[in-house]
């Protein structure tokens, strides 16, 4: 295969159907991972079949993820770009959470990232090359509602962070992004009046888009970004930034 190789995960829809579409118009094969059997097929319709291949995953089961990877390398051969975007919430006040909720958001965000960077760090280390994208987001920072999210995202970081320290000296440049409020079908669950709240405390008044963030991926897939490794981008319309009160 000619083409350099990148996996997306949870690309069926939001974000990571962005970066799957920007990734493809950057020269690069697709490799979809979804759960979303339905959406992942209509991706790789869509991308085309020369383009990109859908391989179902639930990315927080081992046995799943060590298949993935099998399939993907007997199609592909090498792997250079890995974005591990898939993710979910269920939020809840901490005193009304349940450890089901808790557990189910840490399974998926922190286990399933960390299933699959590890995947690709053998992979990465052996071929002498690669990068690891995760998909963080503001909420490491704090949100209420949010424990079990922000533990997750920021336990995404922290891996990040470790990652670059173990596979820097094999050319392997692990880098996470943290978007702030983007929409997609995951936002478009809120309501009505918590959107109204989170966007009026925006400094910029409006939410991001997908391409937004996948922008930031397209950056630091490319080839050509070197020496980066082990940080975190905001794509957050400054939210990260601190208090906005006017
Ligand atoms: P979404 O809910 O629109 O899409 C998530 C995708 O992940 C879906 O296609 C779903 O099927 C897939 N998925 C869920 N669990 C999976 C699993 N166990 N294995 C494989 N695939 C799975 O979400 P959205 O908004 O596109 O978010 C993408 C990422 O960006 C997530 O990690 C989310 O935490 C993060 N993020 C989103 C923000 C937003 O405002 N939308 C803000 C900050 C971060």
Redesign the pocket.
Known sequence: MKKPVSIV????????KAIALQLKNDGFFVVI????VE?GKLLEAELGTKNSRFIP????NENDVQQFFEHARKISGSIDVVVN?????RDNMIWKMSVEEFDAVIA??LR?TWLMCREAAQLMKEQNFGRIIN?????WLGNPGQSN?SAS?AGIVALTRVLALELGRYNVFVNAI??????????QKLEQTVLQKLIEAQPTKTMGK?ED?ARAVSFLANSKTQFITGQLIYVDGGKSIGANLF
């Open positions: 995960t949870g690309a069926a829809k939001g974000i990571g991972a979804d759960m979303d959406g995953c639930n990315i927080s975007n898939a993710g979910i919430i998926v965000n399933g998909i963080a987001s503001r909420a999210y995202k943290a978007p702030g409020l983007i929409d997609t079908p995951l936002t997908p963030v």
